[in-house]
């Protein structure tokens, strides 16, 4: 099916008789007639259901959409899009591991590799979005297990030039995560141009109305685990606290490593979305590839005006031919790429906040990419744990101003822009 039509009927297919809408299954547990059926579940040796706190038939058929949007083998939902990125990792990595991941990245996504991570015996080096493949090359250790990146970076808008990371990642025999929440599938498959796993904080376009918080995990179904067997022992050798089981023999490529995430990490850390939350996701999918091109024409035209502002030091969107990215940004989105747009003020930090104060339609919200124009600045919220020096490392100046344009009428937008920089 084409994209568009796998948005809105991928992932469910009703029987005859069946409810046309996914269902709610808010049940804790599910019921069995014999103790070796369930006893079978508990094996992996049947599909089914026991337990929500693992898997929900909701939310498999919410992730099994996701999967299809991005071409992938196999996909598990979870409760935040961080819980999304820890799972990610954690699934691959473990004390004594080590993570290449790129520098301008969500504050959030920082924050957790750089100092939770670290504490749990993972270590981390950054690296540049624009290094070359032999400075990428030079980060990598012998314990490297991941490489991680933004498909298009939270807030600095940086593009992530996959095809040159997943290159480097191979060569390495580690894969390539990347997390794709501001394109979104609509806008970039990032499992086309090379990555092995794909991440989304779901609570942002893919729900695209402050509903529900949520996260996704796609795996490509492409790294050959096996054929790195010492790197990723949890994959390549018996699990003890699944009777033995190795995931990669038992369900190879294309189903090992969302096996292992649901029936190890989920079984024991429990971040699981929430069957509801699937639900307004779900409707959110629908109109996903009605909603992203109008993001994108309303950042594309607000891009535009800011740039041309006397006030205005600097704008970052790659939709605009000015831009470091726009090429990168033609070739794997074809566009901009979303509605955020990150701008500088002239002034800096009270400027910024001048300017948000100031505006009438547009809110002032940690939230983003949502149906409703909001704005903040990153260096007091989302990135305040953040040092001066890794902020600029991560491209987000302290008066820098991310603003998410919603699917209101670019010219209302544009005109409240204008009267708030009237000062």
């Given at each position: ?199 989304h904080s779901t609570t942002k376009y893919m729900d695209g109305h402050g509903a529900a ?211």
């Amino acid at each position: 099916m084409n994209i568009n039509t796998t948005c809105v009927q991928g992932g469910y297919t009703p029987g005859n008789g069946e409810p046309r809408q996914v269902p709610i299954i808010q049940s804790t547990t599910f019921k069995y007639a014999t103790s070796e059926a369930m006893g079978q579940l508990f094996d992996l040796e049947a599909s089914g259901y026991f337990y929500t706190r693992l898997q929900n038939p909701t939310n498999d058929h919410v992730a099994a959409k996701i999967a299809a949007l991005e071409g992938g083998t196999a996909a598990m939902l979870t409760s935040s899009g961080q819980a999304a990125s820890f799972y990610a990792l954690f699934n691959i990595c473990e004390a004594g591991s080590h993570i290449v991941a790129s520098s301008s990245i969500y504050g959030g996504t920082f924050n957790l590799i750089d100092v939770t991570m670290r504490k749990m015996g993972i270590s981390a080096t950054f690296v540049s979005p624009d290094a070359t493949e032999e400075e990428l090359s030079a980060a990598f250790q012998p314990n490297t297990r991941a490489m991680f990146g933004e498909t298009l970076a939270n807030p600095a808008l940086t593009v992530l030039d996959i095809e040159k990371f997943a290159r480097v990642a191979h060569k390495h025999g580690v894969p390539l995560i990347v997390d794709n929440t501001f394109p979104t599938p609509v806008g970039c498959r990032p499992i086309e141009w090379g990555a092995d796993i794909v991440t989304h904080s779901t609570t942002k376009y893919m729900d695209g109305h402050g509903a529900a918080v949520g996260g996704a995990i796609v795996d490509s179904g492409r790294f050959d685990w096996m054929a790195h067997a010492d790197k990723y022992p949890g994959l390549c050798t018996p699990d003890e606290s699944y009777h033995g089981i190795t995931y990669a023999e038992r369900f190879g490529k294309e189903g090992a490593y969302i096996t292992k995430a649901t029936a190890q990490l989920m079984r024991d850390l429990g971040s699981i979305q929430a069957p509801q939350n699937a639900f307004y996701l779900n409707l959110g999918l629908e109109s996903l590839h009605v909603r992203m091109p109008r993001h994108v024409e309303n950042g594309q035209a607000v891009a535009e005006f800011l740039e041309q502002h006397p006030l205005v030091e600097s704008v970052s969107y790659p939709g605009l031919p000015s831009n470091k990215y726009y090429a990168l940004a033609q070739k794997y989105f074809g566009h901009g790429g979303c509605g955020v747009v990150s701008f500088v003020l002239k002034g800096g930090r009270q400027a910024a906040e001048t300017f948000m104060k100031r505006l009438l339609l547009a809110a002032i919200e940690t939230h983003v990419a949502d149906a409703r124009t909001c704005c903040l600045n990153p260096a007091t919220s989302t990135h305040r744990q953040m040092t001066d020096e890794q902020l600029q490392a991560a491209g987000i100046p302290a008066g820098l101003v991310r603003l998410s344009c919603g699917l209101e009428d670019k010219g209302d937008l544009i005109a409240d822009l204008q009267q708030a920089l009237e000062f």
